[in-house]
T-cell receptor
Framework: DVKVTQSSRYLVKRTGEKVFLECVQD?????MFWYRQDPGLGLRLIYF???????EKGDIPEGYSVSREKKERFSLILESASTNQTSMYLC????????????????FGQGTRLTVV | AQRVTQPEKLLSVFKGAPVELKCNYS??????LFWYVQYSRQRLQLLLR??SRESIKGFTADLNKGETSFHLKKPFAQEEDSAMYYC??????????FGPGTRLSVLP
């Protein structure tokens, strides 16, 4: 089974703190993603990475950064947490498809519920 | 642009009734379409994908390119089907685009 593991299920942080969310996958997937899940808005892509040290902005990158130093690990960083970043954060991984062709699915972690107070 | 819409935020049906969760997409080429499900306190998981053309847990979904739809159907809903359902597509590149989700509630 593909395992995508997020380091924390619940986090409570104060406004202005620097926050690190960690994600590890064990299936040698090239692609890793960070989504934010909010009621009525579904999953919105924050950042994704298709290789070590490579990253692409998603739909809502403002206020976030990412780090991918090793293939299996993808970190989401909130440089200065704000209350509007209170949300559920989901990490996912998938195979890289050359030329965008072929079939793959995204495998998800259990989620980290972040509360910023 | 790639976009997925799910018009119903909440769908309530009685046990044994048919259920249809609607999904429409915007994409100019041939996307790969998925349905993901999230049961209470569980992680998001793949339910089915259009290229497999299979039935999972009694659910089926047909890709209609003319109507750009990928509706999820089940003839007889069960209480254990109560969950959040997300339609998603993979089109250009590597990432996945998700709809806003529909919460299905199956009443006894």
């Amino acid at each position: 089974d593909v395992k995508v593991t997020q380091s924390s299920r619940y986090l409570v942080k104060r406004t202005g703190e620097k926050v690190f969310l960690e994600c590890v996958q064990d299936m040698d997937h090239e692609n890793m993603f960070w989504y934010r899940q909010d009621p009525g808005l579904g999953l919105r892509l924050i950042y994704f990475s298709y290789d070590v040290k490579m990253k692409e902005k998603g739909d809502i990158p403002e206020g976030y950064s990412v780090s991918r130093e090793k293939k299996e690990r993808f970190s989401l960083i909130l440089e200065s947490a704000s209350t509007n970043q209170t949300s559920m954060y989901l990490c996912a991984s998938s195979l890289f498809l050359w030329g965008g062709r072929g079939s793959t699915e995204a495998f998800f972690g259990q989620g980290t519920r972040l509360t910023v107070v | 642009a790639q976009r997925v819409t799910q018009p119903e935020k909440l769908l309530s049906v009685f046990k044994g009734a048919p259920v249809e969760l609607k999904c429409n997409y915007s994409y100019s080429g041939s996307p790969e379409l998925f349905w993901y499900v999230q049961y209470s306190r569980q992680r998001l998981q793949l339910l089915l994908r259009h290229i497999s053309r299979e039935s999972i847990k009694g659910f089926t979904a047909d890709l209609n390119k003319g109507e750009t739809s990928f509706h999820l159907k089940k003839p007889f809903a069960q209480e254990e089907d109560s969950a959040m359902y997300y339609c998603a597509l993979r089109g250009y590149g590597q990432n996945f685009v998700f709809g806003p989700g529909t919460r299905l509630s199956v009443l006894p």
